[in-house]
């Protein structure tokens, strides 16, 4: 994975995507059902109508370390969203993600997860980044099973990777 920086929101590239912040226009672009050319033909999906209805009631999503647009880097289109469900609360923060249909099967996202899960435990006090996952959702159990986790409840909350807060990012298995 690599970043740069953009406007001083830092995107995140990895192999075959790039995740980076959504603006304001893109948000107001969805709510209000204007098509993008630069947009796969499914995208968005519902998850990423709800996210982009909360960026006014949470602004700090729209932050370095909130929501991001993952775009293949191939066909440059926008194929899903991920986000921090910012700010942490006592060290640990939420993500969530979400790729169009169309794009299922690829292993898109545990590419994009392990990438910003890598990215938010370098922000300062954050030493647990978790998933929530639903059994009854195979798609998402299988996710965090490719990076190196197991569901073991009904509704799974699962640590994605720990570090010291002096210390550097290290995964922790499950």
Same mark, same amino acid.
């Given at each position: 994975?690599? $970043? *740069?920086? $953009?406007?001083?929101?830092?995107?995140?590239?990895?192999?075959?995507? +790039?995740? !980076?912040?959504?603006?304001?226009?893109?948000?107001?672009?969805?709510?209000?059902?204007?098509?993008?050319?630069? /947009?796969?033909?499914?995208? @968005?999906?519902?998850?990423?109508?709800?996210?982009?209805?909360? &960026? =006014?009631?949470?602004?700090? /999503?729209?932050? #370095?370390?909130?929501?991001?647009? +993952?775009?293949?880097?191939?066909?440059?289109?926008?194929?899903? $969203?991920?986000?921090?469900?910012?700010?942490?609360? #006592? %060290?640990?923060?939420?993500?969530?993600? =979400?790729?169009?249909?169309?794009?299922? %099967?690829? =292993?898109?996202?545990?590419?994009?997860? =392990?990438?910003?899960?890598? &990215?938010?435990?370098?922000?300062?006090?954050?030493?647990?980044?978790?998933?929530?996952? #639903?059994? $009854?959702?195979?798609? *998402?159990?299988?996710?965090?099973?490719?990076?190196?986790?197991?569901? %073991? *409840? @009904?509704?799974?909350?699962?640590? /994605?990777?720990? !570090?010291?807060?002096? %210390?550097?990012?290290?995964?922790?298995?499950?």
């Amino acid at each position: 994975m690599t $970043s *740069s920086t $953009s406007s001083a929101h830092i995107q995140l590239t990895t192999d075959r995507l +790039v995740l !980076r912040p959504w603006t304001m226009a893109e948000a107001t672009a969805v709510l209000d059902e204007t098509r993008s050319a630069h /947009w796969a033909d499914d995208f @968005p999906a519902e998850g990423d109508r709800v996210i982009a209805g909360l &960026f =006014g009631q949470f602004p700090d /999503w729209l932050g #370095e370390y909130g929501h991001r647009l +993952v775009i293949e880097r191939d066909s440059r289109l926008v194929v899903g $969203s991920i986000g921090l469900f910012w700010p942490p609360s #006592e %060290g640990t923060l939420e993500i969530g993600y =979400g790729i169009v249909a169309s794009r299922r %099967g690829r =292993g898109y996202p545990p590419e994009a997860t =392990g990438a910003l899960a890598e &990215f938010s435990l370098t922000a300062p006090g954050v030493h647990t980044v978790f998933a929530k996952v #639903e059994l $009854s959702n195979p798609a *998402s159990v299988r996710v965090l099973e490719k990076r190196d986790h197991e569901a %073991g *409840s @009904p509704r799974a909350m699962i640590p /994605w990777g720990q !570090r010291d807060i002096a %210390g550097p990012a290290s995964p922790q298995r499950k």
